[in-house]
């Protein structure tokens, strides 16, 4: 069965930081982008960050809410990805979904179109972060 | 950034009924659109990707139509399951961007 796990979410201070890891099961977890998306209560799904495959080169790409303080990463060898999260504020507080993203790239020779992230097929049960004094 | 604007925002419907939800993007996404449904308390699930294309395991009752900037989803024979909230997500380009959401309910 393919999976998704995420670990790491709790209550936090604004100013401080906090790490969520997610482990992937049941697929070939290098082989696939991977994301994170976070839910406020009671609110909308927001896009956080994308991490691409090594085969793609590992290509990072975040919100603009979270840039410069977030930071995704990916341990292939043992299916996990990370955020760390720095700076939290009370606006970050959400629910945060790790997840499998579906790509799509146009190439001609040498020269290809960015990736299109045409759908998210796998997302984890979700972890919530409270950021609270 | 594109903006994604889902309609309508609430709608009852009984079981059996036909819904249709639309999605009108801010600009043109081509055929760059996902649908999701979500339960309380759950995680999303995709339903529609590429604008028309049924994710595997999803029931054929549920298809996506449109092009360019006006989209729709449309359960053709609503079953208790169906009821949740349903987004639409635009992949033309970053940064991702969701609607806002609309919510199912039973009449």
């Known amino acids: 069965e393919v999976q998704l796990v995420e670990s790491g979410g709790g209550l936090v201070q604004p100013g401080r930081s906090l790490r969520l890891s997610c482990t992937g099961s049941?697929?070939?977890?290098?082989?696939?982008?991977m994301g994170w998306f976070r839910q406020a209560p009671g609110k909308g799904l927001e896009w956080v960050s994308f991490?691409?495959?090594?085969?793609?080169?590992?290509?990072?790409e975040y919100a603009a809410s979270v840039k410069g303080r977030f930071l995704i990463s990916r341990h292939d060898s043992i299916s996990i990805a990370y955020l760390q999260m720095n700076s939290l504020k009370t606006e970050d507080t959400a629910v945060y979904y790790c997840?499998?993203?579906?790509?799509?790239?146009?190439?001609?020779?040498?020269?290809?179109?960015?990736?299109?992230?045409?759908?998210?097929?796998?997302w984890g049960q979700g972890t919530t972060v409270t950021v609270s004094s | 950034d594109i903006q994604m604007t889902q309609s309508p925002s609430y709608v009852s419907a009984s079981v059996g009924d036909r819904v249709t939800i639309t999605c009108r993007a801010s600009?043109?996404?081509?055929?760059?659109l996902a649908w999701y449904q979500q339960k309380p308390g759950k995680a999303p699930k995709l339903l529609i990707y590429?604008?028309?294309s049924l994710q595997s395991g999803v029931p054929s009752r549920f298809s996506g139509s449109g092009s360019g900037t006006d989209f729709s989803l449309t359960i053709s024979s609503l079953q208790p399951e169906d009821f949740a909230t349903y987004y639409c997500?635009?992949?033309?380009?970053?940064?991702?961007?969701f609607g806002q959401g609309t919510r199912l309910d039973i009449k």
């Open positions: 997840t499998r993203v579906l790509e799509q790239q146009y190439c001609r020779g040498s020269n290809c179109s960015a990736p299109y992230y045409y759908g998210v097929d796998v």
């Open positions: 049941g697929f070939t977890f290098g082989d696939f982008p």
């Open positions: 991490i691409r495959s090594r085969g793609y080169g590992g290509t990072i």
């Open positions: 600009q043109g996404i081509s055929s760059w």
């Open positions: 590429a604008a028309s």
């Open positions: 997500q635009q992949a033309n380009s970053l940064p991702i961007t």
